[in-house]
């Protein structure tokens, strides 16, 4: 059983190591870009914190874009989570023009094409957005295989309670030594984190076959957004539209802080707000909430807190995959866990290299004597 565990776990790593470095190292990425991006870009993606000022709120950050794009619907509008952040608005649907306004001021800062960000682009290849479901189920055998390496990697080095102590040893003699033994540690350092990464992009890619699968075990019947149709057509609203929107939200759900609104492209369709409680994981919140386009009027509404347990639990998945779940130090090892399936596959493609060499030389007749004989 051991050995078939070790061909599984060599071989898924050399066939599908190579895909697995680079979604390792398109993730880290990620984890850095938006910040980098606000290093990069502050005169666009930062605000100057006035002497006791508040931020001008979502309303005149709608109105601010509107004037400046009269004849571009906004699509997405999300609120700063940083005194020093900005209002960002995405114009006409998911890949959009970025805009970006003062959080003090209400000015128009700038604007940006999606794809010259630093995070847009790699996150399009990331997820398997740009090759449409067939490469998002791709991504999602990718995850399958990095969470199957993980689990049989520490099942084939378990090497017993006896034996423990030498398992654990980290030799420096050799460059295959060092290999060998780097493998190893990397593996077992960075299992928790590869793991849960790995569960959790699972959930991501295969959301309703999950979903649907854990509300059968626990007999809970969420499914949201409800269908809704409106007879109004979508499109651009007055600020008035917008505060009553944020208050219909804000009364639904109380303690919870709006993070963002998201207007539909086409007639028929509600205005979505999200909103996160104050120490919750998600970086937007996982409470969703439904607004009538053109009264503001609460329809539909879906408290993070008041959900059940395997709701609960799912809604915890896309932090954990993405480091939000425990500050800085999360984040810096996810992206540390980002870099790993770069060295198991050089390590690991050189240990199989160098097996392979060392049985070839033991395979042939020694000192010559075959072509002596022969003669």
Known sequence: ????????????????????AVEGLLGAWLVIAEPLDEWLHPE???????AGSEPVGLAAAYDAVSEAHPDRPIWLLMQPDEPTGVYKAVLEGHHGPRVYVDAYTGAVLGERAAFSTLETPIRVIHTGEFGGA?????????????????????????PGWKWLRTGLGLSTASLADLSRDGHRWAGLIGLPFLAIIAASGIYLIFHHAVQDTVHAVTGEETHFPPPIELAEEAGPMPPDHVRAMVASAREAVPEARITLLGFPTEAGRAVQARMRYPGEWHPIGNSRILLHPDSGALLAAYDFQEAGPGDYAMDHLYPLHIGTYGGTAARTAHFVAGLLPTLFLLTGTYIW???????????????????????
Do not use: D, N, Y
């Not at 599984?8 to 050399?14: D, I, P, Q």
């Not at 666009?44 to 006035?50: D, H, T």
């Not at 060499?357 to 395979?363: D, H, Q, S």
């Open 44 to 50: 666009i993606l930062q605000s100057q914190p006035q």
């Open 353 to 375: 290299w160098r097996r392979r060499k060392l049985r070839r030389k033991r395979a042939r007749p020694r000192g010559g004597g075959a072509r002596a004989g022969s003669r």
């Open 1 to 20: 059983m051991r050995r078939t565990l070790m061909s599984v776990h060599r071989w898924t790593g050399l066939i599908l190591g190579l895909f697995l």
């Open 134 to 158: 067939w490469l998002e189920t791709g991504m999602g055998i990718l995850a399958i295989a990095m969470l199957g390496l993980a689990i049989t990697g520490i099942v084939v080095w378990w």
